[in-house]
């Protein structure tokens, strides 16, 4: 699975339910590396999407603890195991570049274990956070495959890394 993502300096992502900055070139990237995948997300993500509702031309799951909670267009689940458990019998494995985990920050925090794709918008700038990313450059297990030359919007600039998990050396 992946973990896409835009984060400022400090690793901020999010705000008041919200991205940190609307970057036209940061969500014509999203759109294009998730459209017709699948995209798992939490309720507040959801809701924070344009009308929110689900978004168009994906299959999306939303990870939530409300039992009840109900969304037109969309599966919901209310564990991580029950996550899983769906995803294995839709896709029949756990290893798939096709799912994407799109937030908030506690979605991403209890899927990190089953991500081994990192795809960062890394905006260079300190904007005003109140959902922090862990830093993906202080884990050991992790390395940039991939970066982008850098782009620039509004006089903010950013680029587009890619992660991954070190192989396994001792296979």
């Excluded at 008041?16 to 507040?44: C, E, Q, S």
Aim: some cysteine.
């Amino acid at each position: 699975m992946n973990i896409i993502l835009a984060a400022d300096r400090n690793w901020g992502i999010g705000k008041d339910n919200d991205l940190l900055i609307h970057i036209p070139g940061d969500l014509k990237y999203f759109k294009d590396r998730t459209a017709g995948k699948t995209v798992v997300m939490g309720r507040k993500t959801l809701e924070s999407l344009p009308g929110g509702k689900p978004l168009p031309n994906r299959r999306n799951i939303v990870l939530t603890r409300r039992s009840d909670y109900r969304i037109e267009g969309a599966e919901v689940v209310n564990s991580v195991e029950e996550l899983l458990t769906l995803i294995r019998l839709h896709d029949n494995t756990l290893d798939t570049d096709d799912i994407f985990i799109i937030g908030g920050a506690d979605i991403y925090k209890q899927m990190m274990p089953y991500c081994d794709k990192f795809y960062i918008t890394k905006i260079d700038a300190d904007l005003p956070a109140d959902r922090y990313f862990v830093d993906l450059d202080k884990i050991d297990e992790l390395e940039v495959t991939w970066s982008s030359p850098t782009e620039e919007y509004n006089g903010t600039t950013y680029r587009y890394f890619l992660y991954e998990r070190k192989g396994d050396d001792n296979a």
